[in-house]
């Protein structure tokens, strides 16, 4: 490797690398800076006027998975340097950087991992033949003949490989095609969770940021979706300067490269992947030192903003005015012509996968709360709920059991219309709504554990719990219902403006771009750092589609198909009570009520005379335990709705599932004659109780009735876990593996059984 670097990128290529980087980037950079003020301006006028958005129904958690692992175990990864299999014991931390160690025991020893990576921008694929696909369309020119030796060979037949266009690949395999399934759904959250890098809480940075990245490129004349907006700043920073000088490197050094077909492509993967890193940390120095100017700028433009907020304002108002006289006529006939014929179609295309996905999301929470309503029924009570919410919670971030929500996006297509509108790829619209999927059921999860814990502060009987849970789950789904409906709405109207804002600017470009300078001198000097005559062009745009675009998600409202409520329903402060509840400490269901968290046989509360130490030691191993509850799935619970009385072909039915359990549960069952599936002792059945199990999600015609919650106090929630564990945090940059210091990752103590951890190699 060391020698196609140095043969291939020496000193004077370097050198030149350097300066085309830096050119790229300052040039960007003066878009940030002009973009920075009109956020910073935007951002204090929302704050002073606000909006009309309906509230939400359902509770946010403020603190998801914070210092919990989400899944673990082993598989193979392929290392390059000596070209063999390794056997490697990995995690993924609530912070979605996959974590490889050498095996579990140096996991357990607290010794460095040997790689942290950062998964944005990466794509997974599942076969040689995918990634030999892939590869070869990277690099033109160079394709390997039929029956040749790939890049790799792979010892099985179930290869996981991460493939970036500019950074290095990752490749894995597992055993078994169960494993690969699981293995995949990981790395995908991981992918979806990274991609999404710009924090969303971010009103000034973030904003500012993407504006600029779009100007920037439109001033290249790209417009469109780019796919490669994914990860943070420094990332989609770096991948902007690798969109232009990659086909100028690859140009250059292809016709150099010597070898067979494979070989060749192996040489371009550590050169692109050599020539990102240089990049990466390019950007990165000058990314940091703007924003360091920006942000010591930030008080005096405030200041001023506040002072002449109005004034502000009113020159806006008037620059929009005399922009709109002298496009609005061209862009309402463009508009009519070339936009209003197809979104209807757009929105058909992404509201049937949508819809069907927060179906899902429906089903999902219906089912785990209804099996966990079984088992308190048939054994344990309140005894056993800690268990059964502890593993509830972590339902949203569950990559196995939310899969087939992610699912139902797959086949969303833009036949026809991708090309005419010039949408690179689908995946941005997949991800997002993937995301809002995450998001409702994280927020229905908490909804729920907010009003039960509340439930159980009146100490219920095994039977009013069940009651209590029933009555709950109703209430939380008609939130759900008016929630999902609000985010489904608004994805619609981002995504339609995402895919025709950029093709109306491209179809004006031609007419109305090259005027817009004239209409500087209409801004005052004094204000020019917050109105910009580009950006108040394109508000001007949007304004004229954008009134199509909320006419049609309006009359798709109206259309029964879709589970959407009307725009007339609108619901301010329907349970006022309830947002009261919440609170910035995550419910510990293991501490309170006994549960194990995902640990079988474990208390979460110390007992009498054990020393405190020993305290923390175990809610350190209870913490990073929660991969149990990954792996405890295959088993199930005791009991679950349907599980013995449905062939695999009719699972899907959902509504004989509910018919099977409701007689169930209404009929009186002897004790069993056997023991328990647990272990538990034979228990006499309890008082029947009659649990009516929703139906599928309801067509909304009126405004759901949330009933208020009940008037008892609501008890103290204990202090946070006292756990001293903070796993390491994924690189930044996503070049791939960052070899650890022995020193710098703080202690994790052993968390799982002692294995050998013998390496295997191929």
């Not at 912070?95 to 140096?106: D, F, R, S, T």
Request: with cysteine.
């Amino acid at each position: 490797m060391g020698d196609v670097l140095s043969t291939h990128l020496d000193d004077s290529r370097r050198q030149h690398i350097a300066e085309k980087t830096g050119k790229i980037l300052t040039e960007f950079l003066r878009f940030y800076e002009d973009q920075y003020g009109v956020a910073l301006f935007n951002s204090m006028r929302h704050e002073i006027e606000g909006t009309g958005a309906p509230q939400a129904q359902l509770l946010s958690r403020k603190v998801p998975l914070d210092e919990r692992i989400i899944f673990s175990g082993n598989l193979f990864q392929y290392q390059e340097d000596n070209k063999k299999w390794r056997n490697r014991f990995s995690l993924v931390p609530h912070n979605y950087g996959l974590i490889l160690y050498e095996n579990k025991v140096a996991y357990e020893r607290q010794l460095p991992p040997r790689a942290i990576i950062n998964s944005a921008g990466y794509k997974i694929l599942t076969s040689m033949d995918q990634y030999l696909e892939v590869v070869g369309n990277s690099l033109p020119g160079i394709t390997s003949k039929s029956g040749t030796a790939p890049i790799l060979k792979c010892p099985t037949q179930f290869p996981l490989i991460l493939w970036h266009p500019s950074a290095r690949h990752y490749y894995f395999c597992m055993m078994t095609e169960a494993e690969q399934e699981k293995w995949q759904a990981v790395l995908q959250d991981c992918v979806r969770h990274c991609n999404n890098g710009i924090p969303e809480d971010s009103k000034v940075e973030g904003p500012a940021f993407t504006d600029a990245i779009r100007m920037y490129r439109q001033s290249k004349e790209l417009y469109g979706t780019w796919e490669m907006l994914c990860g943070n700043e420094v990332q989609i920073l770096s991948n902007l300067v690798m969109e232009e000088l990659g086909p100028e490197l690859k140009a250059e050094l292809a016709p150099r490269l010597k070898g067979k077909p494979q070989e060749r492509q192996r040489q371009w993967i550590q050169i692109s992947d050599a020539v990102y890193r240089m990049v990466y940390e390019q950007a990165k120095a000058h990314f940091e030192a703007v924003l360091s100017k920006l942000l010591l700028a930030r008080p005096a433009m405030e200041a001023v903003i506040r002072t002449d907020m109005d004034q502000i304002i009113t020159s806006k108002e008037h620059l929009a005015s005399k922009i709109r006289a002298f496009i609005l006529p061209k862009a309402e006939v463009c508009v009519r012509n070339h936009v209003q014929p197809y979104i209807s179609s757009i929105l058909e295309a992404l509201m049937v996968p949508t819809s069907q996905g927060f179906n899902e999301v429906w089903d999902i929470f219906l089912k785990e709360v209804t099996d966990m309503n079984l088992n308190v029924i048939n054994q344990g009570g309140i005894d056993k709920l800690g268990e059964y919410m502890e593993k509830l919670s972590q339902l949203a971030y569950h990559p196995i059991k939310m899969q087939s929500c992610y699912e139902k996006m797959e086949p969303l297509r833009l036949d026809g219309l991708q090309q005419r509108f010039d949408v690179s790829s689908t995946s941005v619209f997949k991800q997002r709504a993937q995301i809002y999927m995450r998001e409702q059921m994280d927020n229905t999860v908490y909804t729920f554990e907010t009003l039960l814990h509340q439930e159980l502060g009146k100490g219920p009987t095994k039977e009013e719990l069940c009651k209590s849970i029933q009555r709950i789950l109703d209430r939380v789904l008609k939130k759900y219902n008016y929630d999902s409906s609000s985010v489904r709405k608004r994805f619609f109207r981002e995504a339609l403006l995402q895919i025709t804002i950029p093709f109306l600017l491209k179809k004006l470009a031609p007419t109305c771009k090259s005027e817009l300078p004239r209409f500087q001198e209409l801004v005052f000097e004094d204000f020019a750092r917050f109105i910009l005559v580009e950006n108040t062009y394109e508000e001007v745009v949007l304004q004229t589609v954008m009134k199509d675009i909320l006419q049609a998600v309006k009359e798709a409202a109206v259309q029964r198909k879709h589970n959407l409520y009307r725009d007339s329903v609108v619901l301010h402060n329907s349970d006022p009570n309830l947002h009261l509840l919440a609170g910035d400490a995550p419910i510990d269901w293991g501490e309170e009520y006994g549960g194990s968290g995902g640990v079988s046989g474990d208390s979460g509360s110390p007992s009498p005379g054990v020393p405190e130490a020993a305290t923390i030691s175990e809610k350190r191993r209870r913490a990073k335990q929660v991969v149990s509850v990954v792996q405890d799935d295959e088993a199930g619970l005791p009991f679950e709705a349907g599980a013995e009385l449905l062939s695999p072909a009719s699972l899907d039915s959902v509504t004989e599932v509910r018919d099977l359990l409701a007689q169930d549960l209404r009929a009186e069952s002897p004790p069993p004659a056997c023991p328990l599936l647990n272990g538990a002792p034979l228990q006499t059945s309890p008082q029947s109780v009659n649990i009516s199990v929703p139906s599928s999600p309801p067509v909304p015609s009126s405004p759901p009735v949330a009933s208020s919650p009940p008037a008892s106090p609501t008890q103290q929630l204990p202090p946070g876990k006292a756990v001293d564990l903070e796993p390491p945090k994924p690189n930044d940059q996503e070049t791939g593996e960052q070899e650890a210091s022995p020193g710098g990752r703080p202690p994790i103590h052993t968390t799982t059984e002692d294995s050998a951890g013998v390496q295997t190699e191929f």
